[in-house]
């Protein structure tokens, strides 16, 4: 016997009518096949439960300095005063952190302009036997050989930001007194590559790449056959709130994902942004936070000051004294609640079980709440899911794996991307 569901969506598809539950993920040919009205509300406390769960710190993110040699025309660094971590304070981090397993990730600035720091780290981690699963971002700088051996010896995932061939790079990411951005991007990736290390590329997609973006990461793909790919078309706002002013806008934002999606399970190829939400959707394991921040991630910025999502610590907004732990607990319980599960106006919305909520600081910004949403992003989690149910239909859920599936892709799950993903729905 149906129900009125609020969980139950109806979609055409091939002329036919489809029905998806947004909570156990299913695809129905009738509304008849809808859950009961207590089988939903027993779904929805126990994934109202696994979000509340204290799981400890999951993921660290350092910005070990602000620093940086180019000037994106897109960091949300902007604005935020120069200035780099001390040894100590990546000491206390990482006592907080424990002995996992965690994430942690080396970030800016350019992380690589303070080598001293990045030995630091690994020297940390290996005296004191925690297990760490160390990952870095750079734009590429000059580095040491023997420091990116340093890093492959402790199976370091490294991310290069590249946004595309030269002309798409260079005008996106250009050096800070000129010279050729790309260059120093492509000797970087190498130096880690031949070091051992596993390197990824992550692009970031503006207003002024878009139109390119398909035949841009193709050729990345191509050219670097990078052990995975990172597609971010979402930018986050400027310090204070003020819109980025390279954000697309749209539904070619929509069509230019879809697109890299299509090559890169066609090639195999893993992009970790579009995995966290076709991996949830394959294998019906809800995602019920889409980033650590929620209350299981523990972010450093130079001065002494942590908190609990990247963009919020650097900005001033959200952070606490590393010394003051009782403030950073406070913190982190305060933020473990934040998953669409529990925010109302979510709980009609078809995503409600995959997008996790996206990037709490866009929705912050956008709404003024931290249980706020961004009304584009949430548009395009939609019309996603959209693309992917109509994919299922026609081919099979199978048909969004990319080709050698999730498990056999070089980039091993980090533990931080996998929030509320192991929880299976549970007939
Ligand atoms: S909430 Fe957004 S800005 Fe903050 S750490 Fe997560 S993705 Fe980054
Ligand atoms: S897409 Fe937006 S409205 Fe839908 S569940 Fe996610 S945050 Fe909520």
Not at 119 to 126: G, K, P, T
Not at 254 to 280: F, N
Not at 287 to 313: E, F, H, N, W, Y
Request: proline share 6%; glycine share 12%.
């Amino acid at each position: 016997m149906s129900h009125e569901s609020l969980f139950l969506h109806a979609y055409d598809v091939n002329g036919g009518k489809v029905y998806f539950h947004s909570l156990t993920l299913d695809l129905f040919n009738s509304p008849e096949e809808c859950p009961s009205p207590e089988r939903e509300q027993e779904l929805l406390a126990s994934y109202r439960r696994k979000a509340g769960e204290n799981s400890g710190i999951i993921m660290g993110c350092m910005f070990l300095t602000t620093r940086c040699s180019r000037s994106c025309g897109y960091c949300f660094l902007s604005g935020v005063p120069p200035g780099d971590m001390t040894s100590s304070e990546i000491d206390a981090g990482l006592d907080l952190m424990g002995k996992g397993p965690a994430d942690l990730l080396l970030y800016g600035g350019e992380p690589f302009l303070r080598p001293d720091l990045v030995l630091h780290v690994i020297n940390r981690i290996r005296s004191s036997g925690a297990g760490i699963n160390l990952s870095t971002a750079t734009g590429g700088v000059p580095v040491d050989p023997s420091l990116a051996r340093e890093l492959a010896a402790e199976d370091t995932f490294i991310i290069v930001s590249i946004d595309g061939p030269p002309a798409v790079h260079n005008s996106a990411r250009p050096l800070r007194g000129g010279g050729n951005s790309f260059e120093d991007a492509e000797r970087a990736f190498h130096i880690f590559r031949d070091a051992g290390c596993r390197v990824g590329i992550s692009v970031t997609v503006t207003e002024k790449s878009i139109a390119t973006v398909r035949g841009d990461f193709k050729w990345l793909m191509e050219r670097f056959q990078p052990d995975d790919m990172g597609l971010n078309p979402w930018l986050h706002p400027l310090k204070g709130g003020r819109a980025n002013p390279l954000q697309a806008t749209g539904p070619g934002i929509l069509k230019a994902v879809t697109s890299c999606m299509e090559l890169a399970i066609d090639r195999g190829m893993y992009i970790e942004q579009l995995a966290r939400r076709v991996r949830p959707f394959v294998r019906r394991t809800p995602r019920l936070k889409d980033c650590a921040s929620a209350g299981g991630r523990l972010v450093q910025v130079p001065g002494g000051i942590a908190g609990t999502c990247d963009c919020m610590t650097v900005c001033g907004d959200h952070g606490v004294s590393l010394e003051k732990t009782g403030e950073l607990d406070d913190l982190l319980t305060r933020f473990r609640d934040l998953s669409p599960v529990n925010f109302p106006d979510c709980l009609s919305c078809p995503a409600l079980a995959l997008c996790g909520g996206g990037c709490r600081y866009d929705a912050y910004h956008a709404s003024g709440v931290l249980n706020g949403s961004r009304s584009e992003r949430c548009s395009y989690e939609r019309e996603f899911l959209r693309w992917m149910i109509e994919k299922s239909v026609r081919q099979g859920r199978e048909s969004l794996i990319p080709a050698g599936g999730f498990d056999t892709v070089a980039m091993p799950m980090p533990v931080g991307t996998m929030i509320g993903e192991e929880q299976a729905v549970v007939d």
